[in-house]
């Protein structure tokens, strides 16, 4: 069965988003203009009416694009623009999880622009396999969803909650004796998060490969789904967007009508059909890019179209991959080559 397993990118260093939303602050971006289109000038914010969400001009991918510029690689440099120039999720990191939140969410306002924020550290996260750990504990966990909370406020934040967790509880992958807590763990963290006054909370509910809606539409509402802005699919997965469309819509059905957001990061070529089947969610060759983040869908059910998943990230070590999270540059630019 095909679940996403692990793949998780990790969030930069904390001393990285404090520099980011420094240079930001001080007025080293484009602030909130809407200049996008000029091929060879830097990295500045999408139009704010159809994509909304903050794109960092000093993230990973914006640092190749750089070096690839100064190097003189003008099709390294447009392939790697494709992904630089697009908003991506940030992946809060387990060690200062209020400095990293206040870092991102305070750089998006300065671009009036909204955060995505991946928030990924529950206890026994990931089943381990290459994305392995997460908080020491329930406590930790708790003590971790309300600093980043600190860290958000009252900015403008969509958070993506706990990519796999509630799918894990449902396939056997999570053993028995952890069900109760992480049921409790994530609907204390949607109630904390949605006592923010501009957070939208998406709790996540897999993709339209693993299984059917029937079997975790019940363990969504456990985990605090009524209380959530919606639910998303497709985190870090290649699955198209029709068929991600399709399942959430079955899947919103059973939970009252709730919407839900798509990660369309890497499904331009949907998912990867050869090889063993326990892997093809891991670093699968051929993919593309996929629409790009919007909030202009095909269904009023759908919310926006994210990139959650930061494209060129490895998924881990498989494929001859780096570690889960690491940039992957062969990797990156087949993703952009790749797409229309």
């Not at 484009?30 to 091929?39: E, M, V």
């Not at 996540?204 to 985990?223: E, M, S």
């Not at 926006?304 to 990156?332: F, H, M, N, V």
Request: charged share 25%; glycine share 12%; net charge negative.
């Amino acid at each position: 069965m095909d679940d996403s397993r692990g793949a998780r990118a990790s969030a930069r260093a904390s001393a990285a988003v404090v520099l980011g939303a420094a240079l930001l602050l001080a007025g080293c971006s484009s602030g909130g203009g809407d200049d996008h289109g000029d091929p060879g000038g830097p990295i500045t914010q999408q139009p704010k009416a159809a994509d909304p969400f903050w794109v960092d001009p000093d993230g990973t991918a914006a640092r190749r694009l750089a070096a690839y510029e100064k190097a003189g690689k003008k099709t390294e440099a447009a392939r790697i623009r494709k992904i630089a120039e697009q908003p991506a999720g940030e992946w809060i990191g387990p060690e200062n999880p209020e400095q990293e939140a206040r870092g991102f969410t305070e750089a998006a306002e300065k671009s009036d622009r909204t955060a995505l924020l991946v928030l990924y550290d529950i206890p026994h996260r990931d089943c381990g396999q290459y994305s392995q750990g997460g908080a020491a504990d329930g406590n930790a966990y708790r003590a971790w969803i309300d600093a980043v909370a600190r860290g958000i406020e009252d900015r403008s934040a969509i958070v993506i909650l706990e990519p796999d967790a509630v799918l894990h509880l449902v396939d056997g992958c999570t053993p028995d004796r952890f069900h109760e807590e992480r049921y409790d763990l994530l609907k204390g963290a949607v109630t904390r998060l949605k006592s923010l006054r501009n957070t939208k909370v998406y709790l996540d509910a897999g993709n339209a490969g693993w299984g059917h809606p029937d079997q975790i539409f019940q363990p969504l509402k456990q985990a605090g789904i009524d209380q959530a802005d919606g639910f998303s699919v497709n985190v870090s997965n290649f699955y198209s967007t029709q068929d991600s469309i399709a399942y959430g819509k079955q899947l919103s059905a059973k939970v009252g009508g709730k919407h839900f957001v798509i990660d369309t990061s890497r499904n331009g070529n949907g998912p990867y059909t050869q090889g063993d089947p326990a892997q093809r969610w891991c670093n699968p060759p051929g993919r593309a890019l996929g629409e790009p983040p919007t909030t202009k869908t095909a269904d009023p059910l759908v919310d926006a179209y994210l990139w959650i998943k930061r494209p060129g990230e490895s998924d881990g070590t498989c494929k001859g991959g780096p570690k889960a999270g690491q940039w992957w540059a062969s990797y990156a630019l087949a993703l952009a080559e790749n797409s229309k």
